[in-house]
């Protein structure tokens, strides 16, 4: 069942104002304090957006590409939608296509979260499986082809598809959750990056607002957006797929921003995980793999502050629900048998928030 009725202009009006309303109902979400030493004189938030409607920070995305593709009079109606994603950007996608009463494909790689797929489909969308996350372009460019539909793209259009000047997005959002707080210009911003789209707006929005805010990317092993960004070469390629969902790319992708970037921190597999149970433990906060890759590399951040003698405030991101990974992150055999050993790093981020020196 359609949510709109109408046709024509008509119809891509209604569309509009069913994103927009959607956005008044989600747009604010809950900004966390993780808890450390006072005596460190530091504060650590982590911005909730797995309480987004279908509990993940690309809810934001989704409902921006979406709309980017409606104002560029590229989706009409009955417009078949097809995305390339590893899940989340998917699973907020086919939420959005029910709401608009248009079809919806992800290609997804093999190997995707039981628990994503099943969202996609819950919401009404098909999943189109390929070997390799780098089948996903091509596959998803081909099917937007032969059905006569729109290919949303989010590799090349997040960064762009975002308004970073403000208009309630993620960054505009947390800079006034913040207002209030002892520290209301965040020293830091950590966050990790699948399309790039995440840093761009943020990075764009500290220059824009003057802040003396400093943004940086948290990557996961096997992901190509660090060494490239290291060796300032955005044709740099691994050809291999992020084990950390959501997250890291066997290519820089077009949305990623090398610019607004100060610093970024390469993250083992191992470590997202180790810090993503550890979150869970200190806080009740279960979330997945990319908020794990997050908060490692702002422990990292946090203990160079400490080395410097600084205070200030540092923010990263919950990006989605842990529960969408119960049968494989937290799930011991599932570690296992995929040769990961976290308890070293377990040990080392206890010994950071035990003592703030970094031995991870």
């Not at 119809?11 to 309303?21: K, M, Q, T, V, Y």
């Not at 979260?113 to 372009?137: M, N, Q, T, W």
């Not at 764009?204 to 003057?210: F, K, S």
């Not at 842990?322 to 570690?335: H, K, P």
Request: net charge negative.
């Amino acid at each position: 069942m359609t949510d709109v009725t109408f046709s024509g202009a008509d119809w891509s009006r209604e569309a509009i104002a069913l994103l927009d309303a959607d956005a008044n109902r989600s747009a604010d979400t809950h900004l966390h304090v993780f808890p450390l030493p006072a005596q460190w004189g530091i504060e650590l938030y982590l911005k909730d957006e797995s309480v987004h409607p279908t509990g993940s920070l690309k809810h934001r995305l989704a409902r921006s590409l979406i709309l980017y593709g409606l104002v560029n009079g590229h989706i009409s109606e009955g417009t078949t939608l097809v995305e390339a994603s590893s899940g989340s950007t998917a699973v907020s996608e086919a939420y959005f296509a029910r709401m608009l009463g248009l079809p919806f494909i992800a290609v997804v790689p093999h190997g995707t979260s039981a628990e994503k797929v099943e969202l996609i489909e819950f919401y009404g969308g098909r999943c189109h499986f390929v070997d390799g996350p780098s089948a996903v372009y091509a596959s998803a460019r081909e099917l937007a082809a032969s059905t006569g539909g729109y290919y949303l793209d989010q590799f090349s259009y997040a960064e762009r598809a975002t308004d970073w000047r403000g208009n309630n997005n993620i960054a505009e959002s947390v800079f006034n959750q913040m207002s209030a707080e002892r520290h209301s210009i965040p020293s830091w911003i950590v966050v990790s990056a699948g399309t790039g789209g995440t840093s761009a707006t943020f990075g764009r929005y500290v220059r824009y607002r003057r802040h003396a805010t400093r943004i940086a990317v948290a990557d996961p092993e096997n992901s190509a957006f660090y060494e490239g960004w290291r060796r300032r070469d955005m044709s740099y390629r691994t050809g291999i797929g992020s084990r950390i969902e959501g997250i890291g790319r066997p290519v820089v992708e077009p949305s990623f921003v090398p610019g607004v970037i100060d610093e970024m921190f390469q993250v083992p597999d191992a470590g997202s995980i180790a810090a993503m149970r550890l979150l869970r433990a200190r806080t009740r906060h279960w979330a997945g793999g990319s908020t794990g890759t997050n908060l490692y590399a702002a422990f990292q951040v946090i203990a160079r502050m400490l080395e410097r003698g600084e205070q200030g405030s540092v923010i990263t991101l919950i990006c989605d629900k842990g529960e969408r990974y119960q049968n494989t992150y937290y799930d011991d055999a599932w570690l296992v048998a995929n040769g990961l050993d976290i308890h070293g790093h377990t040990v080392a981020l206890e010994h950071f928030l035990d003592s703030g020196s970094w031995s991870g």
